[in-house]
């Protein structure tokens, strides 16, 4: 698309050369929960003297007192929930709304508290988050406001009457191309219609998203799919398109499995119909003994033949992130068929672990996945070419060992630190 920048080292280099005279702004970053393309944001905003404040909604301790007196698998879970890449003093958050969410996850209050506007929902937890967000902007003003989709909008409202940039990032597939995309695919595979949760999605959710967007002064995307699924919605003008990162190459032992074993199928992430779960596992169906599958990913709701897979084959239905990767590296292929994604994370982690990857070009994974080199790239909502494509895996060891090593040639090609870089000059040129 005309007018996208492009995140190349010698546009970057420009970028970051035209800003290093002048003092760098002062960014408040906000987003409700972590994952690591937050976290490397925030580590960069820290890196370059930067960062003003960071928001969240909950951040946990895990030297505090109370992580010695809980489970150990709430540890763990909860470890996710620190933050360890900016000082304390810098963080804030807004924590109850989330607590009480996360505890009654998984129970018969859920759907009480939770469920569309109710007090404990995403949305009313986003938009309190916001609310309190917007407040400490007007106390603050930074120079600069970025924030993620979905609990922006009454932030970037209260920095536009103090003339503060504001930068949103569409981490994801813009709603209502994936509304019509998930409208026709509940029309063709009724037996998963039941997991497109995001066909639930209500109104006044959906036009603060699209306000968020037209108030925004910058849209910062992961991949050319969103940029694409932005189309006619954003223009060309605001967009920066700064891919995600991969983290650090995991040694990886190549050992040759014997003649006829199955290939090690993994799939990591919710077992919906977003993440195309149901082509895979008609995928495998057709390979019979050919494959052995682990699925690494909560059920969000019942499914007859998501549950019979779960039942069938290895399943986790969440695990840490280290432990993540550890399946990866006993594994021989990941698969990821998403119908919408931003940029999928779990693509450049298998990368790094020397994972080949079968994947759609809607994971948003063309920048480090070339058809034949890394992996395949196969059709959205098509479970043959995928079938067809590991069976090739299982018959080539060869050729499967070749991908291993060229995908972490482009991990370590696409690193978070390179990352880190590119997302620092493209907002220190908005400055």
């Not at 569309?116 to 949305?123: H, K, L, Q, T, W």
């Not at 813009?174 to 063709?188: C, G, M, N, Q, S």
């Not at 990821?336 to 779990?346: D, T």
């Not at 298998?350 to 395949?376: K, M, R, W, Y």
Request: charged fraction near 25%.
């Amino acid at each position: 698309m005309s007018g996208v920048s492009k995140p190349n080292a010698s546009a970057v280099s420009e970028i970051s050369i035209a800003a290093g005279s002048a003092k760098a702004p002062a960014v408040l970053l906000s987003r409700t929960t972590v994952n690591q393309n937050t976290r490397n944001a925030l580590r960069s905003l820290v890196e370059q003297e930067m960062l003003a404040e960071f928001w969240t909604t909950f951040v946990w301790d895990p030297e505090s007192m109370w992580n010695r007196l809980i489970p150990r698998g709430w540890q763990a879970q909860l470890a996710r929930r620190s933050i360890s890449e900016a000082p304390a003093s810098r963080v804030r958050s807004v924590p109850w709304r989330e607590v009480v969410r996360l505890g009654v996850r998984g129970t018969a209050m859920q759907g009480l508290l939770c469920a569309d506007e109710r007090p404990f929902s995403i949305f009313s937890m986003g938009m309190n988050f916001d609310r309190r967000v917007a407040r400490r902007v007007r106390e603050l003003q930074p120079d600069m406001v970025y924030a993620y989709e979905g609990a922006a909008l009454q932030t970037f409202r209260e920095a536009k009457k103090h003339g503060i940039v504001t930068i949103d990032e569409q981490s994801s597939s813009y709603w209502r191309w994936v509304r019509d995309l998930f409208t026709e695919e509940a029309e063709r595979s009724p037996e998963f219609a039941d997991l497109l949760s995001t066909l639930r999605d209500f109104p006044a959710h959906l036009a603060s998203k699209d306000e968020e967007l037209q108030t925004a002064d910058y849209v910062f995307v992961p991949s050319d799919h969103v940029v694409r699924t932005l189309a006619g919605v954003v223009p060309a003008e605001k967009l920066r398109m700064i891919p995600y990162g991969a983290p650090e190459v995991k040694p990886r032992k190549q050992i040759g499995a014997p003649p006829g074993a199955p290939l090690k199928v993994l799939f990591v992430g919710n077992l919906t119909q977003h993440k195309g779960i149901g082509y895979l596992l008609r995928a495998v169906d057709m390979l019979g003994s050919q494959v052995e599958l682990t699925l690494v990913g909560m059920r969000l709701r019942p499914n007859a033949k998501v549950d019979a897979a779960c039942n069938r084959w290895r399943w986790f239905e969440s695990l840490p992130h280290s432990k993540v990767l550890d399946v990866m590296l006993e594994s021989d292929v990941l698969v990821l068929p998403s119908l919408a994604e931003g940029c999928a994370l779990v693509v450049l982690e298998a990368l790094a672990c020397g994972l080949p990857v079968i994947v759609t070009p809607n994971t948003g994974s063309l920048a480090f996945v070339h058809d034949g080199q890394e992996g395949f790239v196969v059709p959205i909502c098509d479970a043959e070419p995928i079938a067809a494509k590991l069976e090739v895996l299982h018959r080539d060891r060869e050729l499967l060992a070749q991908m291993s090593r060229q995908a972490q040639m482009t991990a370590a090609e696409n690193s978070w630190e390179n990352y880190r870089a590119n997302w620092a000059g493209a907002v220190r040129s908005l400055a």
